[in-house]
């Protein structure tokens, strides 16, 4: 079973390392535990963590507009400037 660091798990999902650690931060997707490697501590990613994530990532508001609009909200227009 391959297992990945959070580094890589970013690359894999299209995202930036600071952005998947916000994501992280702010509790919006699920992480595998911390495991001690050593003197350190880190995170090692399965396949089926890294799925789980993918299929989160569409749904989570980031701020932004985003493809996938909550059913029933339309999106307003600005008027154009006379």
């Known amino acids: 079973m391959d297992q990945y660091a959070t580094r890589d798990v970013a690359r894999k999902l299209g995202l930036s390392l ?12 699920p992480v595998p535990p911390l495991q001690k490697l050593g003197n350190i501590s880190a995170r090692l990613w ?15 508001a980031n701020g932004r507009k985003t493809r996938h609009q909550k059913p029933g909200k339309k999106q307003t227009t600005r008027k154009p400037k006379r």
């Open 18 to 29: 600071i952005t998947l650690k916000r994501y992280i931060a702010a509790g919006k997707i």
């Open 46 to 60: 399965s396949e089926a963590d890294i799925e789980r994530v993918r299929e989160i990532l569409p749904k989570i």
